[in-house]
C-alpha cells in the first residue's frame, strides 16, 4: 500500500513537472542597475508578464540569489529587452550569473533611456519599468511594476526559450 502511494506521488510530481515545464514563454533580457549608476547588470528572465491595462503593470519572478534582485532593491526600476529570435549570443551571455562572470553589461553596447534605466542597443524593442510593490511567496520574488517608457527599434521575430532548447518551469 506504502509503495502504491509512493507510486502515485512520484507519477504527479513528474506529471506536475512535464505539465509545468510545457507552457511556452518567451526570452527577454532585464537589465538594471544601482540609484548611483553602479554595477549595471542584465540577466536572462522568461516570467514575465503584463498583469493590468490601467495602470499598466507587468510582473517580473526574480531568483532570491540573483545578484539581479539585490540591485533592483536598490534602484527600484528595470528594462525590459525584447531580443530577436536568432540573437542566441545575447541570451547566453545574460544567461550566467554576475557573482560568477563579473560585469556582464559592460561589453555590450548599451544606453540609459529616458526612464533611467540601461537599455541594449540589439534589443527590438524595450519597455522600462518602475518597481511598484514586491511579493515574496516562494524561491522567486515578485515584482510588480509600472511600464513608464517605451521604445521599438526594428522589426524581428522574438526570441523564445524553445528556439533555444531551454526551459525554466516544473
Ligand atoms: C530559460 C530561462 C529562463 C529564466 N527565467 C528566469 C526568470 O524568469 N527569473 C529569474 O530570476 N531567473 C531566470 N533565469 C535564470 C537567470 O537568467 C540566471 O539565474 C542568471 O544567472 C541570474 O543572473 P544574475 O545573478 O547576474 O542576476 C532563467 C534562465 C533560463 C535558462
Same mark, same amino acid.
Given at each position: 500500500? $506504502?509503495?502504491l502511494?509512493?507510486?502515485?506521488?512520484?507519477?504527479?510530481?513528474?506529471?506536475?513537472?512535464?505539465?509545468?515545464?510545457?507552457?511556452?514563454?518567451?526570452?527577454?533580457?532585464?537589465?538594471?542597475?544601482?540609484?548611483?549608476?553602479e554595477?549595471?547588470?542584465?540577466?536572462?528572465?522568461?516570467?514575465?508578464? %503584463?498583469?493590468?491595462?490601467?495602470?499598466?503593470? !507587468?510582473?517580473?519572478?526574480?531568483?532570491?540569489?540573483?545578484?539581479?534582485?539585490?540591485?533592483?532593491?536598490?534602484?527600484?526600476?528595470?528594462?525590459?529587452?525584447?531580443?530577436?529570435?536568432?540573437?542566441?549570443?545575447?541570451? +547566453?551571455?545574460?544567461? +550566467?550569473?554576475?557573482?560568477?562572470?563579473?560585469?556582464k553589461?559592460?561589453?555590450?553596447?548599451?544606453?540609459?533611456?529616458?526612464? #533611467?534605466?540601461?537599455?541594449?542597443? +540589439?534589443?527590438?524593442?524595450?519597455?522600462?519599468? %518602475?518597481?511598484? %510593490?514586491?511579493?515574496?511567496?516562494?524561491?522567486?520574488?515578485?515584482?510588480?511594476?509600472?511600464?513608464?517608457?517605451?521604445? +521599438?527599434?526594428?522589426?524581428?521575430?522574438? !526570441?523564445?526559450?524553445?528556439? $533555444?532548447?531551454w526551459?525554466? #518551469? #516544473?
Amino acid at each position: 500500500m $506504502l509503495d502504491l502511494m509512493q507510486n502515485i506521488m512520484t507519477q504527479t510530481e513528474q506529471s506536475k513537472h512535464e505539465v509545468l515545464r510545457s507552457l511556452p514563454y518567451g526570452l527577454y533580457v532585464v537589465a538594471l542597475q544601482r540609484s548611483s549608476g553602479e554595477d549595471p547588470n542584465a540577466l536572462v528572465v522568461s516570467w514575465l508578464t %503584463q498583469c493590468s491595462f490601467e495602470p499598466p503593470l !507587468l510582473l517580473l519572478a526574480l531568483r532570491r540569489d540573483s545578484s539581479s534582485l539585490e540591485i533592483l532593491k536598490d534602484g527600484k526600476a528595470f528594462s525590459v529587452n525584447l531580443i530577436d529570435e536568432l540573437d542566441h549570443d545575447l541570451a +547566453r551571455r545574460f544567461v +550566467r550569473p554576475a557573482h560568477r562572470v563579473g560585469h556582464k553589461l559592460e561589453p555590450e553596447d548599451y544606453a540609459v533611456e529616458a526612464g #533611467g534605466t540601461p537599455v541594449l542597443g +540589439r534589443a527590438l524593442a524595450f519597455i522600462e519599468c %518602475q518597481m511598484v %510593490q514586491l511579493f515574496e511567496p516562494g524561491d522567486h520574488v515578485l515584482v510588480v511594476s509600472r511600464v513608464v517608457n517605451v521604445g +521599438r527599434r526594428r522589426d524581428g521575430e522574438l !526570441l523564445m526559450a524553445a528556439d $533555444l532548447g531551454w526551459h525554466y #518551469g #516544473g
